[in-house]
Nanobody, 115 residues
């Protein structure tokens, strides 16, 4: 089973940017849907973004709270998925996880948005 490792989190000021990476231990070319989730302290895990690959290209969907600020992408040649996060807000503070259908949860990467 392909495993994933998230990275790229850190401490950033409001309005700043981060780029998260999700590196796979094997090929992701056959994986149609890939997801980014996040879990803020004291809150349930929520879906942030999804990217689906098909014959005609990729499609993406975002949680309403991140539309226009976050961009999900994938590079199958590098077996990696990304989440570009711009205009970060304190409410984006959370542990971010990547996930695929039937996959296991990884350790996540911590994002803290604070001045």
């Amino acid at each position: 089973q392909v495993q994933f490792v998230e990275s790229g989190g850190g401490l950033v000021q409001p309005g700043g940017s981060l780029r998260l990476s999700c590196a796979a231990s094997g090929s992701i070319s056959s994986i149609v849907a890939m997801y980014w989730y996040r879990q803020a302290p004291g809150k349930q895990r929520e879906l942030v973004a999804v990217i689906r690959s098909g014959g005609s290209g990729s499609s993406t969907n975002y949680a309403e709270s991140v539309v226009g600020r976050f961009t999900i992408s994938r590079d199958d040649a590098k077996n990696t998925m990304f989440l570009q996060m711009n205009s970060l807000k304190p409410e984006d503070t959370a542990v971010y996880y990547c996930k695929v259908p039937l996959g296991v949860w990884g350790q996540g990467t911590q994002v803290v948005v604070s001045s």
